[in-house]
């Protein structure tokens, strides 16, 4: 018979275990287990995924739980730096050892498929990849927190099976990037792709001595957006972490839930008048050229210049990186160590060769392709027929689905264009927004009606949460998915994340105190049709929906990728648990002029919550 758990997390990276930390202490006694993939507890932070040069985006103070602090005089981190991935590692342990989850963590353990059971619950199958064998267990309620950078897409170039030098994904060089770097066979690499991961292994390869050719794609996105830690804004010096949970700053970004922060009187006249739309619109390009200009893009040389992303910052949600190297990397481009190749390559040829579609080619002794992860889950939900009431990615609608989601989303996207008329601009959306906000126009429509490249519709659904994080359609409340999301406030969202998903699962969320996204319905102007799980649904298209119109540079069409919306997302779910949003003493006055958001301001929320609770 196959083993049971009251509780299944799958995933062991920081949202997994502040996951079960959190479960078990609100319900101590549950029968709780934790599997996951690696070889370590941490994620994208396990051990073995430990390259060279890996650090953290955020400075010391940010990556850290709020009941365990990242103390310098245990961790050996330092103030004003970057944190080492192998220090993280060593906090991410000691934070499993600290609450008793080591004991209830299995690795090696891969999730292979999900059945879901008629009266509810999950039957799990479960492939050790140490020995090969699979096994099932059951459990009563799952959570799912993969996160979304656990499996690297396949490399489709055409010739690859020809290629006589090693072709890696940027995975492998996660677990091979020592021995890369030590190679003395290896001395010309290749990097494909624009992300901040290829940053990294270009970094680092460049550092290790090595000749390396950095190719971006012409056709692509582009290189993500790498800034410093620290920008001026005028006079001003601001650390851009802090700068983000900004109450002031996070007005400037139009987004559907932006009204759950208790401003919504201001956030209306910023982005639905044209005096307001001129002041945004004027303050991210005056913020963008700033950064190009404090980074020295276009002043360090035309070899530099190739990494200038192609759109402005306000755009690229998880695509606004940190420039976090012990060397600077456009110096290293500058001395010749990089070579920039803003091509298309045409295929891979027998040998060492690299052809572009110029005709050009380049030889190298090994090419690592760095083009981005898997969106969709890495395990396989059954019945099939359930995919849309669970929200996952799925190829497998029915008519009847499909018809429903394409009135949802419809309805969605007029509302957040009449919203939020500053995203009918977005890179490549100018002509679907005009068709959408002007349907008469029938003729345009049939011959307009485009997707830019990056916005195709693919052959998945995108993600389909309530709150980015519970099925928009499940009687069961049996699942929640933890991460599928991306923001710079990680491990603190993971904790508010957590609790909001104790509460749904044991359904302890009061619908009284919900605030749907959509506006029409909180001025009450919905018909009682849009009440209930249809306000589930139509909250979950327009979250859905949000991220394509907003983040068109990022992932939004495809899951939440956000930067400059996490303290008003951490204000919606504590809005849902009934805590207080504000976490400063000092009313309205002290939100607004305070110095922005951090862990130490969330401190003791799951207690803060369990004493009001208990006490209703």
């Known amino acids: 018979m196959a083993a049971h758990y009251e509780v299944v997390i799958v995933g062991a990276g920081p949202q997994g275990l502040v996951a079960a930390k959190t479960y078990l202490q609100l319900s101590p006694a549950t029968n709780l287990r934790i599997l996951d993939s690696n070889k370590t507890l941490g994620g994208v932070w396990a051990k073995e995924n430990i390259y060279p040069g890996l650090k953290t985006n955020n400075l010391l103070g940010m990556l850290e739980f709020t009941d365990f602090p990242m103390r310098p005089d245990v961790f050996g981190v330092k103030e004003g730096e970057h944190i080492a991935g192998e220090k993280v590692y060593e ?318 989303e419809a309805k969605a996207d007029v509302e957040i264009l009449e919203r939020f008329p500053m995203l009918a601009e977005g890179p490549g959306l100018e002509k679907d927004a005009r068709i959408i906000l002007h349907p008469e126009n029938e003729k345009l429509a049939e011959k307009e009606k485009t997707e830019p490249d990056h916005q195709k519709p693919e052959e998945f659904t995108p993600w389909r949460l309530f709150r980015g994080i519970a099925p928009p359609d499940n009687p069961y409340r049996d699942v929640a998915f933890l991460g599928m999301m991306l923001s710079l406030q990680t491990i603190t969202r993971s904790e508010i994340v957590s609790l909001w998903s104790y509460a749904y699962l044991n359904d302890k969320l009061g619908p009284e105190r919900m605030t749907s996204l959509s506006v029409r319905a909180n001025q009450g102007l919905e018909s009682r049709q849009s009440t209930g799980q249809n306000r589930w649904l139509y909250d979950s298209a327009l979250f859905s929906r949000f991220g394509r119109w907003r983040y068109p540079m990022g992932y939004g069409a495809k899951f939440p990728d956000f930067v400059f919306d996490g303290i008003p997302f951490h204000d919606l779910l504590m809005g849902d648990l009934g805590l207080r949003k504000w976490r400063t003493a000092k009313g309205w006055f002290g939100e607004v002029f305070r110095r922005g958001y951090g862990p130490s301001d969330y401190v003791g929320l799951v207690d803060e919550w369990k004493q009001k609770h208990m006490s209703e």
């Open 91 to 408: 906090y991410l342990r000691a934070y499993a050892e600290r609450f008793g989850l080591v004991q209830r963590l299995e690795v090696n353990k891969d999730v292979l498929r999900a059945d879901h059971l008629p009266a509810g619950g999950w039957k799990l199958r479960i492939q050790d990849l140490s020995t090969g064998a699979t096994t099932s267990v059951t459990c009563g309620k799952l959570l799912v927190a993969t996160g979304m950078t656990s499996q690297p897409l396949p490399i489709s170039i055409p010739g690859a099976h020809q290629f006589a030098r090693p072709l890696i994904k940027f995975s492998e060089f996660r677990q091979r990037g020592w021995e890369i770097v030590d190679d003395t066979t290896i001395n010309h690499v290749a990097v494909i792709g624009g992300s901040k991961a290829a940053f990294d292994a270009v970094s680092a390869l460049a550092r290790g001595g090595k000749k390396v050719t950095w190719i971006i794609r012409a056709s692509g996105y582009g290189p993500v957006w790498m800034v410093p830690a620290h920008i001026y804004l005028g006079p001003l010096k601001c650390w851009l972490e802090k700068l983000v949970t900004l109450r002031l700053l996070t007005w400037l970004s139009p987004c559907v839930w932006g009204h759950a922060d208790g401003f919504g009187t201001v956030r209306a006249w910023l982005h639905e008048t044209r005096a307001g739309r001129w002041f945004v619109k004027n303050f991210w390009g005056k913020l963008t050229g700033d950064v190009v200009t404090q980074t020295g893009l276009m002043a360090k040389g035309e070899e530099v210049k190739k990494l200038h992303p192609h759109e402005g910052a306000v755009w690229y949600g998880a695509g606004v990186s940190i420039l976090n190297y012990e060397e600077d990397i456009y110096k290293m481009v500058q001395q010749g160590k990089v070579k920039v190749f803003r091509k298309d390559v045409e295929c891979l040829e027998g040998g060492n060769g690299i052809k572009f579609t110029d005709g050009t080619e380049e030889h190298v002794d090994m090419l690592i392709c760095s083009t981005g992860w898997k969106w969709t889950s890495g395990m396989e939900f059954y019945p099939k027929e359930e995919h849309a009431r669970l929200g996952v990615p799925s190829v497998d609608y029915s008519r009847s689905q499909t018809e429903q989601w394409d009135k949802l």
